[in-house]
């Protein structure tokens, strides 16, 4: 099992960025997808998970209208598109397979003037 994070970097409050997830290894279509996200200090959080089919998505509050998740089973890719952005959004964001304790390397977001 493979999952490669990437689409981190340095943007302003209120700019966006779209992570990818780019999984292999494993039966991608029939799995639930989520985002986690730590930053300095914090524990790691559920931001946002779907479902196999994508039929069905969750987010927590603080990122609920401004974050997107969504996925792509012929690219094996899920995604997370992230709008208005704020400070607190900075963390290290990771893919993982719903169920299984699979985790990508982590991509960096850092939300600053």
């Known amino acids: 099992v493979q999952l490669v994070e990437s689409g981190g970097g340095l943007v302003q409050p209120g700019g966006s960025l779209r992570l990818s997830c780019a999984a292999s290894?494993?039966?991608?279509?029939?799995?639930?997808m989520s985002w986690y996200r730590q930053a300095p200090g914090k524990v790691r959080e559920l931001v946002a998970g779907?479902?196999?089919?994508?039929?069905?998505?969750d987010y927590v509050d603080s990122v609920k209208g401004r974050f997107t998740i969504s996925r792509d089973n012929a690219k094996n890719t899920v995604y997370l598109q992230m709008n208005s952005l704020k400070p607190e959004d900075t963390a290290v964001y990771y893919c993982?397979?719903?169920?299984?304790?699979?985790w990508g390397q982590g991509t960096q977001v850092t939300v600053s003037s």
């Open positions: 993982k397979i719903t169920v299984r304790d699979y």
């Open positions: 290894g494993f039966t991608f279509s029939t799995f639930g």
């Open positions: 779907i479902t196999s089919t994508g039929g069905r998505t």
